[in-house]
């Protein structure tokens, strides 16, 4: 076990359980079935659009369309309008699978194809990204060799659509023959009831960073703990120890590279850097920007937009984004830089930091509080703007200092835990949070 594409040619048994879902458990069988009655709808080949509910159904759709030899195209949510948007030669919903096939599938290698994901990205555009089969499978194997075996049941707050969800939920405990919940459990109130048969958790700093101040979590005791979609704040990932004593085991990737590195932040500040993926070969642009090449980018290496400080060990930092770096009044800004600064005073829990245009281009912050404040009070706002904005002028010029201001109870974080610049700027419209 360890390969994704070797599912169907191993001798794996029938009744063998693969994933837990509101129906019960479902097993191998009953998903090579699944996939075989896929095939069979996607025989005359195309690229063919995978918007399945259930990540069981979305398992057994996307085996089969690789069986058939189609491209499975990846929507990145699924709202009838984007379905309708992204126009395929085929559809697979869940109750196209739900009367599996007799057959069994043939027992060989399922064969490397295009895999087409959608992803808004940070500006809400739709993306496309092109990958191969053979390179997710190629991840799940890593993924084997530095985290597992991993004890239990899988389950995830993150959607099963986008790539990490795939294959941290999905993917790797298929090829790995451990069940994975097909209910999330991002929601509080069915969080503990899950956590309690101590499955491994994926989840997204969003959901890791607010589940501690909403639900007591120390008699929890889970075996690992995944987390990917950004950056996990020290404190959040020191917190999460209560309920999982090995730590938070971070992942640093895109859609277009998979996963690059891995971190598990600890006591020791060291731990805060980034050990990179066994195959993954790195390098500094002039600019500062990490270069990366492997087998499962592009021949010509992928070069990502986040600034590094590369160490003697293979290690590295990240320094924040270079497309995050803008022009006000004719000076160079890094949003970063501003964030960073403004979750540095006590009183910010997070924050974040837009560009907002109109007859003069100014920055926009977006501040969530770390304790309790009077935001009724248009006084109260103001007072508490000007003593951040003050806090920031000991160290920033001019441009760089916002000028519009949000208090929020949470930032406006998508499904995988991304920020992007259109959510934040709509809290500065009138019709945003005041």
């Known amino acids: 076990m360890g390969r994704l594409a070797g599912l169907f040619a191993e001798d794996r048994p029938q009744a063998s359980v693969v994933a837990l879902t509101g129906q019960g458990p479902r097993t191998f069988g009953e998903l090579a079935r699944g996939a075989a009655t896929a095939a069979g709808k996607a025989a005359a080949g195309g690229r063919w659009l995978l918007a399945c509910e259930d990540p069981f159904a979305f398992a057994a759709g996307f085996l089969g369309l690789v069986q058939a030899g189609c491209v ?31 057959a069994l599938p043939p027992p060989r290698v399922l064969a490397d194809v295009p895999v087409e994901f959608w992803t808004s990205g940070s500006t809400g555009a739709p993306k496309q ?46 090829a790995t023959g451990r069940p994975f919940l097909s209910e999330p459990c991002g929601d509080p109130a069915r969080f503990l009831a899950v956590m309690a048969s101590r499955p491994v958790l994926v989840s997204s700093p969003a959901h890791l960073a607010r589940l501690p101040r909403l639900l007591d979590l120390g008699g ?31 992942v640093y990737g895109s859609t277009e590279s998979g996963g690059i590195a891995w971190r598990n932040p600890g006591p020791d500040p060291a731990s805060s850097r980034w050990t990179p993926f066994p195959d993954m070969a790195l390098a500094a642009a002039e600019d500062g920007a990490l270069l990366l090449r492997s087998p499962r980018v592009e021949a010509g290496g992928l070069r990502m937009e986040d600034a590094v400080s590369l160490e003697a060990d293979g290690r590295f930092t990240l320094l924040g984004r270079l497309d995050r770096v803008v022009k006000i009044e004719e000076k160079r800004v890094s949003l970063p830089q501003v964030e960073e600064a403004l979750k540095a005073h006590p009183l910010v829990r997070d924050a974040a930091v837009v560009v907002l245009e109109g007859r003069r281009r100014m920055l926009g912050a977006a501040v969530v509080l770390a304790g309790a404040a009077d935001l009724e009070d248009p006084a109260a706002r103001r007072a508490l703007s000007d003593r951040l904005g003050a806090h920031l002028a000991g160290t920033l010029e001019g441009p760089a200092l916002p000028r519009r201001w949000r208090f929020v109870a949470e930032l406006p974080r998508d499904a995988r835990g991304k920020l992007r610049a259109e959510d934040l700027a709509g809290l500065f419209t009138p019709s945003g949070n005041a």
């Open 220 to 250: 929890l005791d889970l075996p690992a703990v995944f987390s990917s979609g950004g950056a996990l704040g020290r404190e959040d990932a020191l917190a999460w120890r209560a309920a999982a004593p090995g730590g938070v085991v971070e």
């Open 72 to 102: 499975p195209v990846l929507p990145p949510n699924l709202l009838p309008g984007t379905l309708e948007a992204l126009k395929a030669d085929g559809l697979l919903r869940d109750a196209d699978l739900a009367a599996p096939a007799d």
């Open 129 to 174: 990204v092109l990958r191969r089969f053979q390179d997710l499978d190629r991840e799940v194997e890593i993924l084997e060799g530095l985290f597992g075996p991993l004890p239990g049941t899988v389950a995830g707050t993150v959607p099963h659509l986008h790539i990490y969800g795939c294959l941290f939920r999905v993917f790797w405990p298929l």
